[in-house]
């Protein structure tokens, strides 16, 4: 069974730098690798960023890029997600999940997540 236990998070000020990780044990496989996920408040789920399985290719979306970086260390079946230049609208529940590729999108692979880990950005 699949276990997805993420940590990290907290409340930081606009500017400030946060990272979140993500422990993952049982048998884990999907085609691409492993994904950062985020919800806020009254919004549905939508991916933050995506790492292959090597770690040598990920995407993120717009919104995070280039202020955001995502890491997967196999030898710890860990992903993590440094988090700088944080703004109030990266406020959300943090989750990771395995990550399918189709074509340009990226999918969580299991329908059950962990309990993900809150991020706060305070203006």
């Known amino acids: 069974q699949v276990q997805l236990v993420e940590s990290g998070g907290g409340l930081v000020q606009t500017g400030g730098s946060l990272s979140v990780s993500c422990a993952a044990s049982g048998r884990i496989f999907s085609n691409y690798g492993m994904g950062w996920f985020r919800q806020a408040p009254g919004k549905e789920r939508e991916l933050v960023a995506v790492?292959?399985?090597?770690?040598?290719?990920?995407s993120y979306a717009d919104s995070v890029k280039g202020r955001f970086t995502i890491s997967i260390d196999n030898a710890k079946n860990t992903v993590y997600l440094q988090m700088n230049s944080l703004k109030p609208e990266d406020t959300a529940v943090y989750s990771c999940n395995a990550a399918d590729r189709f074509g340009d999108t990226w999918h969580p692979r299991y329908a059950s997540w962990g309990q993900g880990a809150l991020v706060t950005v305070s203006s």
């Open positions: 790492i292959s399985w090597s770690g040598g290719n990920s």
